[in-house]
T-cell receptor, first 117, second 115 residues
């Protein structure tokens, strides 16, 4: 089963709201990722977690706060977002990660379509 | 820095015909992976095919095959017997081994399969 699930599918929020995106996988993968994808553009890497530790933060504004409570779950906490943050947020996981090792294929979830008003 | 270039923003093909999508990349690394991902209108990114740079043999997955030219830094995707369900955005992606899972995508090629 190569399934990554994401909730919610759609999210509309105001600039003063606090919300969270959730990603889950039960494939035993030890690396998890957040990507941001604007319309008609490729995904852009935001964060990488390896063994539940943040290993890459691509200079993402602090209004995005990732959290990896355990090896199966990845959250993205949102606060004080701007309209330009509206995008598709994709989560992915890959099978095995040792620090510094790019290991294998990333499997993606269906994404959360976020609209910031 | 690694860059991935897809020079064809849009392509179309008739059902049952063959189409080739181009991808070039630039890197000074010798050990890396290359991928083709498909993103249909449903927006889920789906792995189409994967190639390890140290392998000479071109990867094949059913109707999908690649032409990997390491010296030319080229990684094209050939789709044979195109089907309507192949209509999607196709992204070429590159990942250096030992680089902490940092994968970079090309700009994408929108492929339309016409009946």
């Amino acid at each position: 089963d190569t399934e990554v699930t994401q909730t919610p599918k759609h999210l509309v929020m105001g600039m003063t709201n606090k919300k969270s995106l959730k990603c889950e996988q039960h494939m035993g993968h030890r690396a998890m990722y957040w990507y941001k994808q604007k319309a008609k553009k490729p995904p852009e890497l935001m964060f990488v977690y390896s063994y539940e530790k943040l290993s890459i933060n691509e200079s993402v504004p602090s209004r995005f706060s990732p959290e990896c409570p355990n090896s199966s779950l990845l959250n993205l906490h949102l606060h004080a977002l701007q309209p330009e943050d509206s995008a598709l947020y994709l989560c992915a996981s890959s099978p095995f990660s040792v620090a510094g090792e790019s290991t294998d294929t990333q499997y993606f979830g269906p994404g959360t379509r976020l609209t910031v008003l | 820095a690694q860059t991935v270039t897809q020079s064809q923003p849009e392509m179309s093909v008739q059902e049952a015909e063959t189409v080739t999508l181009s991808c070039t990349y630039d890197t000074s690394e010798s050990n890396y992976y290359l991928f083709w991902y498909k993103q249909p209108p449903s927006r889920q990114m789906i792995l189409v095919i994967r190639q390890e740079a140290y392998k000479q043999q071109n990867a094949t997955e059913n109707r999908f095959s690649v032409n990997f030219q390491k010296a030319a830094k080229s990684f094209s995707l050939k789709i044979s017997d195109s089907q309507l369900g192949d209509t999607a955005m196709y992204f070429c992606a590159f990942m250096v081994r030992y680089n902490n899972n940092d994968m970079r995508f090309g700009a994408g090629t929108r492929l339309t399969v016409k009946p």
